[in-house]
């Protein structure tokens, strides 16, 4: 737009307000770019950062655990249906295995989901500076667009 008003002449009234309306979105692009830089650094990255580390470890280990799961309710179920006193020695046996790891495996994943809550208020601050900024981006290109209004005279 800038250009097109030295086209036509900055001292014409097409001209003067084509300048007007190209300041004006310069500036509404100059807030749109900070608001972009400030969402993706308070917001956008610390959801990345949690999704690619912590919730992929999480999401491995309650996917461990429901194997271990499986695991031992086969081994129930192959205890169940032993009939012989060594097929049954080794169900036993399996069992204890399988009880041991499945146990060891919901104290993990336990432990993981705990730590979710102090991850949650991090977001729901990360959310809440979200919030903000883009409050103060719309305000921003509120007051731009009046400004403009009020220079051309509207």
């Not at 800038?2 to 003067?16: C, H, R, V």
């Not at 307000?17 to 969402?39: D, P, W």
Request: aromatic residues 8%; proline residues 2%; hydrophobic residues 35%.
């Amino acid at each position: 737009m800038l250009e097109a008003a030295n086209d036509f002449g900055p001292g014409s009234p097409y001209g003067s307000t084509l300048i007007k309306v190209g300041e004006s979105q310069r500036r509404l692009g100059g807030a749109e770019r900070e608001f972009m830089h400030t969402s993706a650094i308070n917001f956008l990255t610390p959801l990345r950062n949690f999704l690619e580390g912590d919730w992929r470890t999480i999401s491995k280990e309650r996917r461990l655990l429901q194997n271990r799961r499986l695991d031992l309710d086969a081994c129930k179920a192959r205890l169940k249906k032993a009939k012989a006193a060594e097929a049954k020695a080794a169900a036993e046996h399996e069992l204890r295995v399988a009880q041991t790891e499945f146990d060891r495996q919901a104290e993990v994943t336990r432990l993981l989901l705990e730590g979710i809550s102090s991850t949650h208020v991090h977001h729901l601050r990360c959310l809440h500076e979200f919030v903000e900024a883009q409050a103060t981006y719309y305000a921003q290109c509120h007051q731009y667009m009046q400004d403009l209004q009020k220079q051309l005279g509207r």
